[in-house]
């Protein structure tokens, strides 16, 4: 797909067409494009100046040596990644805030101060990424002589770039020598010169860091006043950045899922899209009909399929509950491919988060292009806020349904409830050992939750990754037996998967709703048997989820045969439930105007239903030990304390089957 465009580019630039023609990126407004900084919307221009304003007599964030070694004694990453984004953050926020304020001379020369401080950094990459094999333990320390090229260098690449866009020839010249210097030793000629794994090499699976570096890469390569590579280098690096971005595409279905989890489509599909943006702006003739190939379009329209009502989203894998705000990168993207739903949306979140306190994590506050580009769409996206409103969820409308045969994910929806289950397989980039489960919220109030993932330690991307509690499947949705959970292959995963009455609104996606549109009950149902491993003792494992539209109701039922003794059911709560009479439990939350009741109906065998408190200090395999937080943070940490376990109980003898139906209303 790129790379059949690139070589019409290398032809056409060979035999000097006028279709071929190739210019610059230009990302946004300079510092000279003074009307349009001064037609900014206020509530835009008062976010840029009062980010800056905070900075107004602080020492800048100084990345020491003992902070990258920390990562190598006690396996922390926040120590040294909090003071990186915390110097790239405050880099982009004086940066737009000069550009609205150009005769601030003082802004200007904190500015420098901080442009000079990444210069002379030892390295751009984190210490949890520093190696050159996928996977391989990381190196103690940096070869400056060798620099690597993580998701962190390269959007340090283009953040400087930008910035010497931004700022132009109000940059002192020897500033922009050492910038530009620094760009070609640490971004540039290692770019062309050497292979990461992120950059594809055959059938190897790619993940997000294919597009989010190539994205930044090519802006390093392509900005207008920024690198000043030549011709020659910004063909090659345009010839080699379509070769990954061929690698990272093949392992998309054409349904669009995204395999790592909605929380990553903004870091994935989303910079995939920036990627266009910059090709489109290089040589528009040759790029822009990618914009309406099937898939690009699907893998737009994914991300509002997996969202719930009340900003929640359906958050498998190492994702949170929250998709995160939309802003000018899900704008465009949407825009481009017309996905006028998205657009809406994309337009009124980001419009919505200029009211709510500032977050410190947004990636556009990392990157300058992402910030101009907000300046150049601000007015635009406002009059679409104001004027139209979303499918979002949050006014109480109804969000589409999906089914993505790709990745195995079935979302069903009624007028009070969202539903969600993944049907696919353990094993993949992000994954969690969570084959089968499902993720319910009612009256946009979470009712089973996923509890996504911890902070980010040398523990998670390493063999150990599925010690990990949040990992393992008696921490989903999802039964063991004899204690024994799913394994982490990918080959556990599931079979049989048959979808009835998912509307997924993708023409030749592979939908299995067929000719069921306008059928109220939807089901998803497959063979689970082998998500676990031997060592289960299964002969046979199912699960089917059923959601009947009409009586609000949805019925998950579990069929199990095997020579286990005991089976135990974990239902993990995002609040605390308490046992009834009668073998049902009951699950209050303040201010639900309505309980939710979830009954079991074990057949020949005797069951129970306990309830547990907090969370043990150290877990053991095959107990119920958890539901979730009255907050339902956005990231969970081992010392927060957990509220409330429901837990369904059947021991039978051997060979004898079990059957769990749960009911929630």
Aim: charged residues 25%.
């Amino acid at each position: 797909m790129f790379v059949e465009r690139a070589k019409l580019l290398r032809a056409g630039r060979r035999d000097r067409k006028e279709t071929a023609t190739m210019g610059w990126f230009v990302p946004g407004p300079c510092v000279r494009d003074r009307e349009i900084w001064r037609n900014l919307p206020g509530k835009v221009r008062r976010r840029y100046v009062d980010r800056a304003a905070r900075y107004a007599g602080q020492p800048w964030p100084q990345l020491l040596a003992s902070d990258w070694v920390r990562f190598f004694v006690d396996g922390n990453r926040a120590g040294y990644e909090s003071k990186y984004g915390a110097l790239r953050r405050r880099l982009g926020d004086e940066t737009v805030a000069w550009c609205l304020h150009p005769d601030d001379t003082a802004l200007l020369t904190d500015l420098i101060d901080g442009v000079m401080l990444v210069c002379e950094q030892m390295a751009w990459q984190l210490p949890a990424h520093n190696n050159y094999v996928r996977d391989a333990p990381q190196l103690p320390w940096p070869d400056m002589q060798r620099p690597v090229l993580d998701l962190f260098a390269c959007e340090t690449g283009a953040q400087l770039a930008s910035i010497l866009y931004a700022c132009g020839d109000r940059l002192p010249a020897a500033v922009r020598a050492i910038v530009r210097q620094r760009l070609r030793e640490r971004i540039i000629q290692p770019y062309l010169n050497d292979h990461f794994w992120w950059m594809g090499d055959g059938d190897e699976p790619m993940c997000n860091w294919t597009a989010w570096c190539t994205q930044n890469v090519l802006a390093t390569v392509l900005m207008s006043d920024a690198a000043d590579c030549d011709e020659r280098t910004q063909l090659a690096a345009i010839a080699k950045a379509c070769r990954s971005l061929d690698c990272f595409l093949k392992d998309y279905g054409d349904d669009g899922g995204c395999v790592e989890g909605a929380g990553y489509w903004h870091e994935a599909a989303v910079c995939l899209s920036g990627c266009l943006t910059i090709l489109d702006g290089v040589a528009p003739e040759v790029f822009e009909p990618l914009r309406h190939e099937p898939k690009i379009v699907n893998m737009c329209t994914y991300a509002l399929k997996m969202l719930a009502r009340g900003g929640w989203c359906f958050n498998f894998s190492d994702c949170a509950p929250r998709l995160g705000r939309m802003g000018v990168r899900e704008y465009r993207y949407a825009r481009a491919v017309g996905d006028g739903a998205m657009t809406s949306y994309a337009a009124s979140d980001w419009w919505r988060s200029l009211d709510e306190a500032d977050a410190t994590g947004l990636t556009a506050r990392t990157n300058v292009m992402y910030q101009l580009w907000e300046a150049q769409e601000a007015s635009a996206m406002r009059r679409i806020a104001l004027e139209r409103r979303p499918d979002s969820g949050k006014n109480g409308r109804r969000l589409p349904e999906g089914w993505f045969p790709s990745t195995g994910v079935a979302v069903l929806r009624d007028d009070r409830l969202d539903v969600a289950v993944k049907a696919g397989c353990n094993g993949a980039s992000h994954s969690h050992n969570d084959t089968g489960n499902v993720i319910v919220y009612r009256d946009g109030q979470p009712v089973l939750i996923d509890l996504g993932v911890g902070t980010y330690t040398r523990k998670t991307f390493s063999p150990e990754r599925y010690d990990i509690w949040t990992m393992q499947s008696s921490w989903h949705n999802l039964p063991d037996f004899d204690g024994v959970m799913q394994g982490a292959s990918a080959e556990c995963r599931a079979g049989n998967v048959r979808v009835v009455g998912v509307d997924d609104g993708i023409d030749g996606g592979g939908s299995a709703a067929g000719d069921n549109a306008g059928v109220a009950i939807g089901t998803v149902a497959a063979d689970l048997t082998h998500a676990w491993p031997r060592a289960a003792r299964l002969r046979r494992y199912s699960r089917s989820i059923r959601l009947d539209s009409g009586a609000h109701e949805l019925v998950v039922r579990d069929d199990a045969q095997g020579r286990y003794d005991r089976a135990r059911m974990h239902w993990i709560m995002a609040y605390r439930p308490e046992p009834l009479p009668g073998g049902a439990g009951r699950a209050r939350r303040r201010r639900c105007p309505r309980r939710i009741v979830c009954g079991w109906r074990p057949r020949k065998v005797g069951g129970g239903i306990s309830a547990f408190g907090r969370r043990p200090a150290a877990p053991q395999l095959g107990r119920a030990h958890m539901a979730g937080h009255r907050r339902f943070p956005r990231k969970l940490r081992a010392a927060d304390s957990l509220r409330g376990a429901l837990l369904a109980d059947c021991s039978s003898r051997i060979g004898r089957d079990v059957h769990f139906q749960t009911c929630w209303r």
